[in-house]
């Protein structure tokens, strides 16, 4: 098995799943147990990060040193909140290293220090997450419902969620109108 832990998926055309049509997910932890991830492309419509402190009662200091985006994480535990982040921030023993790249922090002190202008330099909120449980992914990717590529904080973080599909498939070198749905195999 191959660890696919900091790695992009990028969802195939005809995967099956409209909640992943054309999602871009960075892989946060994956094992023989499962495998658990980070949808990046696809933003919460009408929350802001503001909405969201103001929600949970967090006072706004000299705020995030950068736009902060709400997204939608995945399908399991849409009530949860995940923040990806860079490696500049680690909070106590709740931040999970992913990579070199990449941490993930899932408790509110992330986002106090956020609202204070003490965050990480870049991040993002994700609600919910995508999850796989054993064998269920590497199943999937054989099934030609997922490509593989390298993560890159510049398209992780990049603003323009609309472009980071095509960006992760061009780390490939593919080109998104030669995909095709169905799956050859020799």
Not at 17 to 39: K, N, Q, T, Y
Not at 147 to 170: H, Y
Request: aromatic letters at 6%; glycine letters at 14%; one cysteine or more.
């Amino acid at each position: 098995m191959t660890d696919l832990t900091g790695k992009l998926l990028i969802a195939m055309p005809g995967m099956g799943d409209p909640r992943f049509d054309r999602s871009v997910i960075l892989m946060c932890a994956h094992s023989e147990d499962g495998a658990m991830g980070l949808i990046v492309n696809k933003p919460v419509p009408d929350l802001g990060f503001a909405d969201l402190l103001d929600q949970l009662g967090i006072a706004r200091g000299d705020g995030p040193k950068s736009e902060i985006r709400v997204h939608f994480g995945g399908p399991v535990e849409h009530g949860r909140g995940f923040v990806l982040h860079s490696t500049d921030y680690e909070s106590n023993s709740s931040t999970l290293k992913v990579d070199a790249s990449f941490g993930m922090t899932a408790t509110l002190d992330i986002l106090e220090d956020i609202a204070d202008g003490t965050g990480p330099r870049q991040a993002f909120l994700a609600l919910g997450y995508s999850g796989w449980g054993p064998g269920q992914l590497e199943g999937e990717i054989l099934q030609n419902g997922w490509l593989t590529a390298e993560a890159s904080p510049d398209i992780v973080f990049t603003l323009d969620n609309a472009a980071k599909w095509g960006r992760a498939l061009a780390t490939l070198g593919v080109d998104p109108l030669t995909l095709s749905a169905a799956a050859g195999h020799a």
